[in-house]
C-alpha cells in the first residue's frame, strides 16, 4: 500500500506564532493531491485524532492551484515553554508522512 510522502513534494510542519501550529502538505503533481483529496485522507477529523485536538480548532485548506492541504491546530504547550519538545514546531508532521493511501 502507498504511503502519503509518495504522493508529495514536501510534508512540514512549523510555528504559526508561539500557540498554534501550521501544516503543508505539498503534492508533486495534480494527480497525486487529487487521488488524496477524493478519498478524503486527510480531514479535520483526522487531524484532530492524530493531534488531540477538538475537530472545531483545525483549521483546514484545500488549496488546489498550489497542489496544497494546508492545516493548523493549536499547540499543547506554547513554543518556548519549558515542557516544550520543539521551540520551531518543525518535527510535528510526523504522524501524517506514514499514512496510508488506498
Avoid at 36 to 58: D, F, S
Avoid at 61 to 86: A, Q
Amino acid at each position: 500500500m502507498a504511503e502519503l510522502w509518495q504522493f508529495t513534494k514536501l510534508i512540514r510542519s512549523k510555528n504559526a506564532g508561539p500557540f498554534e501550529l501550521t501544516f503543508d502538505i505539498m503534492f508533486k503533481d495534480f494527480e497525486s493531491y487529487d487521488r488524496v483529496v477524493k478519498i478524503r485522507l486527510l480531514t479535520p477529523e483526522l487531524v484532530g485524532r492524530l493531534y488531540g485536538v477538538p475537530e472545531a480548532a483545525v483549521q483546514f485548506f484545500e488549496i488546489k492551484e498550489i497542489l496544497t492541504i494546508k492545516f493548523s491546530i493549536p499547540r499543547k504547550v506554547f513554543s518556548g515553554d519549558v515542557d516544550d519538545s520543539d521551540v520551531y514546531g518543525g518535527q510535528f508532521h510526523g504522524p501524517l508522512v506514514r499514512l496510508p493511501v488506498r
